[in-house]
């Protein structure tokens, strides 16, 4: 099952530069998206979320972008911290009523190097 | 701010027994979740519950499995006869009113390890 895909499984970035993480998807009907962020010995940890009407959604230094027609969805961080280095994960429901099951993508790790 | 709690961190079990998993979800939420991880894999849905009955469940949450909540604040995973693949983290999760988009707050996970 690859409903949600991220092809990169680590990244390292320079500590002030820009951290660019991508996630891929499948399936049409999911309308809801969410990135999680995850240090070791850790549950996931809500970062952002975007709906499909949108295409973008910012929160400080984290900006989603959503690309509906090439079901793509990044995520960046500016600037990068040090304490930005954890395991990414990209999620995804469908549904419209909000609160559905998410599916998750395999993750990325991102290292800010400093 | 508010978190989801689970307990224990860690346990270990003898395949075939009973196992509780417990998690205090955040107090003012609606619906709550079980995810888990196999080691080296997808995070993974296994339950949702709402107005105090399963809304969803996946394939892997089979007869074994089963959810409760007790009480106004604990939420419970039971597994009634533990296997080997069984071994993996366990994640509780909730989120808040219903018919709007709420992301879910993940607790910090049980691992559950059988011997």
Known sequence: ?114 | EPEVTQTPSHQVTQMGQEVILRCVPISNHLYFYWYRQILGQKVEFLVSFYNNEISEKSEIFDDQFSVERPDGSNFTLKIRSTKLEDSAMYFCASSGRAYSNQPQHFGDGTRLSIL
């Open chain 1, 1 to 114: 099952d690859q409903q949600v895909k991220q092809n990169s499984p680590s990244l390292s970035v320079q500590e002030g530069r820009i951290s660019i993480l991508n996630c891929d998807y499948t399936n049409s009907m999911f309308d809801y998206f969410l990135w999680y962020k995850k240090y070791p010995a850790e549950g996931p940890t809500f970062l952002i979320s975007i709906s499909s009407i949108k295409d973008k959604n910012e929160d400080g230094r984290f900006t989603v972008f959503l690309n509906k027609s090439a079901k793509h969805l990044s995520l960046h961080i500016v600037p990068s911290q040090p304490g930005d280095s954890a395991v990414y994960f990209c999620a995804a429901s469908a549904g419209g009523f909000g609160n559905e099951k998410l599916t998750f993508g395999t993750g990325t790790r991102l290292t800010i190097i400093p």
